[in-house]
């Protein structure tokens, strides 16, 4: 198996980055000193979430603060240790989180040419019963060093790298930066994410589709078709298994993996359905696109959508190359 050949040669995540980086001569390195902070950012949180049950049910030591303040919640701490590491990496210039409303803009002396866009901990409903969440990330180029809030807010397909780590049976950072979509998985032991999952490719169509039915009775047309066809195929073909963690990464990652489709459609209630664009949205759908998949709006190609607003959200269609084509051509149909 070509896994054992690297057991003694471990690709870590800091060396494949650097691999890749020197393929481009112009490179000064500072895009594995970002990738770095940002890798350790994903570190922490994983501590984080591995003790955060046990420190309720102890009181672990650390989890009230010298003044007797309670615990700091989870996605707030991880949003912190973010901003933080990104900060000092002396690489960023815009920070915009899903935690906090306005986007930070990177004082001079600090100030970089990256622009990164992420959710320290994304699927806050899982967060207190032990489920799998996750960070999602994306990282665009600014040009000009007096950046702007327009710098944030560039389609998705100008990123330059995105990715997410998923807290689950195992620590996992998945990357693209536009080269394919590699995964890595953290070795406790060492502290170090290892290339354990190299050139991720999607299934061409998958046995699986995750979604909350529980919107149904207020989906649109389009959707509740290719839902109804999931389960009562015309064609004579099997059905499709349903899966639903509620937390993007761990069914995103499951659909990179296993292939299928995961939809967050718009209903009446949300007309733009519930992801958000810059921080949920886009990275996903770069990944998607990366490993051989596609993004789809209800609309557009995902890539392609001009957010507006920071905070904004979309209808989101996203997976196995073909299944996402079934649902284009729905919606092509409804027109
Ligand atoms: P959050 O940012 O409040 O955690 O919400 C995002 C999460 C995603 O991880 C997940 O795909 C979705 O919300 C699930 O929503 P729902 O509970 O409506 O099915
Ligand atoms: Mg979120």
């Not at 940002?38 to 003044?67: E, H, R």
């Not at 990256?114 to 665009?140: A, E, K």
């Amino acid at each position: 198996h070509a896994a054992d050949a690297h057991r003694t040669d471990l690709m870590t995540i800091t060396r494949f980055v650097l691999n890749e980086q020197s393929k481009h001569p112009d490179s000064k390195g500072d895009f594995s000193i970002l990738l770095n902070n940002i890798v350790l950012g994903c570190k922490f949180v994983c501590s984080a979430v591995n003790k955060a049950g046990l420190a309720k049910l102890i009181g672990l030591a650390g989890d009230t603060n010298v003044q007797g303040e309670e615990q700091k919640k989870l996605d707030v701490l991880s949003n912190e240790v973010f901003i933080k590491a990104l900060i000092s990496s002396g690489r960023t210039c815009i920070l915009v989180s899903e935690e906090d409303e306005e986007a930070t803009f990177v004082s001079p002396p600090l100030r970089g040419k990256y622009c990164v866009v992420f959710d320290p901990l994304d699927g806050s409903s899982n967060i207190d019963c032990g489920v799998s969440i996750g960070t999602i990330f994306g990282i665009y180029l600014v040009n000009d060093l007096e950046a702007t809030i327009d710098d944030a807010l560039q389609p998705g397909k100008n990123m330059l790298a995105a990715g997410y780590c998923m807290y689950g049976s195992s620590c996992m950072l998945v990357l693209s930066t536009g080269n394919g979509v590699n995964g890595f998985t953290l070795d406790p032991s060492l502290g170090e994410f290892i290339l354990t999952h190299s050139d991720i490719k999607i299934p061409k169509t998958g046995k699986i589709y995750s979604v909350n039915e529980g919107n149904a009775k207020n989906w649109d047309g389009p959707t509740a078709k290719y839902i109804e066809n999931c389960k009562f195929p015309k064609d004579g073909s099997s059905p499709k298994s349903l899966r639903y963690v509620g937390s993007m990464v761990a069914d995103v990652h499951r659909t990179l993996l296993y292939g299928g489709i995961f939809l967050y459609p718009a209903d009446r209630k949300s007309p733009n359905g519930k992801l958000r664009v810059l921080y949920e949205v886009f990275p996903m759908s770069f990944l998607m696109e990366q490993a051989g998949g596609q993004a789809f709006t209800g609309k557009i190609r995902a890539l392609d959508l001009v957010p507006k607003k920071i905070h904004e959200r979309s209808p989101i269609f996203l997976g196995s190359y073909e299944d996402v084509e079934e649902i284009k051509a729905l919606y092509a149909a409804a027109k």
